[in-house]
């Protein structure tokens, strides 16, 4: 009987164990000025997605601007609270999972992580109006009883300079949701996030740079994580949290692996092939390990039968190759 009941324990620890090693395989689906409906989803489910990030936005009107604007009948429906709730309605009566991910907009595209007061009464200001941001946010979390939260996204000054804000932030958010939290650090950000700690994922944006060639083949790519790999699995034993990549994704253009986190448009020569093999060499670099978690793929819109394509030169996979190298790894894990 003894004998018996240890061969018990060893088996659930291994259900245990296969559960928490099932990937978050995640598109980060772009919100729209419509509602969406089955037609929307069947792509999403076709790739093999199993979790998909919900972005609402709050806009702020330049860097220095400490009050953020949010749920209002000037933005599109998908960045609104009720839109959010629409998507997700839709997207989990399918057995997608969900991680919302609200964001901020700065007015003409400016970086948010150069956010930063001037003064400490705009300094308060911020962070009055990002907490009644957030707050809403969480509070829908829990109502939905959603899986994931990301409390916020590549805020580095932000964070730099108010870390007790977010300490004490996290901590109110916890007394309103009780899923999972992340932050989504870009890549030169996560380093020093200070509160991983408080949270249930280290979460980067990985746009980490891989490759200088104009067309990297995988092999290249590979050699290129390698250095990036050893700083993230020394944050990941630091914490003991898993490594997720809130976004990760290439553009199809040449040089795609070199500085992947630009989005201009000036960038336009299309280069299927490079999108290709970045992707292939960050699916070999992370699926297989067990302290990843999985991560979004940057990005995916409702309406898939119009975007994307050959002639393609931005980081969306649909209606390209890499589209089918996503729904392979995917089906994987």
């Not at 996560?190 to 949270?199: A, D, I, Q, S, V």
């Amino acid at each position: 009987m003894k004998n018996y009941g240890l061969l018990i324990l060893v088996l659930s620890m291994l259900v245990s164990c296969k559960g928490q090693t099932k990937k978050i395989n995640g598109v980060s689906f772009v919100a729209s000025r419509d509602a969406i409906n089955q037609s929307h989803i069947d792509p999403v489910v076709e790739v093999n997605a199993n979790y998909a990030a919900i972005m609402p936005f709050g806009f702020v009107k330049d860097l220095q601007s400490p009050k953020i604007v949010f749920n209002t009948e000037r933005q599109w429906f998908g960045e609104t609270s009720k839109g959010a709730k629409q998507y997700i309605e839709a997207l989990r009566k399918n057995g997608i999972k969900i991680m919302l991910k609200p964001q901020i907009w700065v007015w003409h595209g400016e970086f948010t992580g150069y956010i930063k007061m001037t003064s400490e009464d705009h300094w308060k200001a911020l962070e009055a109006s990002y907490s009644k941001f957030i707050l809403e946010y969480a509070k829908l979390a829990q109502e939905l009883k959603l899986e994931l939260l990301c409390i916020g996204t590549e805020l580095e000054y932000f964070v730099e300079n108010r870390p007790e804000y977010w300490f004490e932030l996290i901590k109110e958010i916890k007394t309103i949701y009780n899923g999972k939290l992340t932050y989504a650090a870009n890549w030169d950000e996560f380093k020093r996030t200070p509160f991983w700690g408080e949270l249930d994922f280290i979460g980067v944006d990985a746009y980490f740079p891989v490759s200088d060639s104009k067309t990297p083949n995988v092999e290249e790519c590979l050699k290129g994580w390698k250095a990036h790999v050893s700083v993230i699995k020394e944050k990941q034993e630091r914490f003991n949290k898993p490594i997720l990549f809130t976004e990760f994704g290439y553009r199809s253009v040449d040089f795609s692996g070199k500085e992947p986190w630009k989005s201009e448009r000036s960038m336009n020569s299309v280069n299927l092939q490079a999108q290709v093999n970045t992707t292939k060499a960050l699916f070999e670099t992370f699926w297989k390990e067990d302290w990843f978690a999985g991560g979004f793929v940057w990005k995916w819109f409702h309406n898939h039968e119009l975007v994307g394509g050959k002639d393609n030169f931005m980081f969306t996979p649909q209606n390209k190759p890499v589209e089918d190298i996503i729904r392979n790894y995917y089906n994987l894990n």
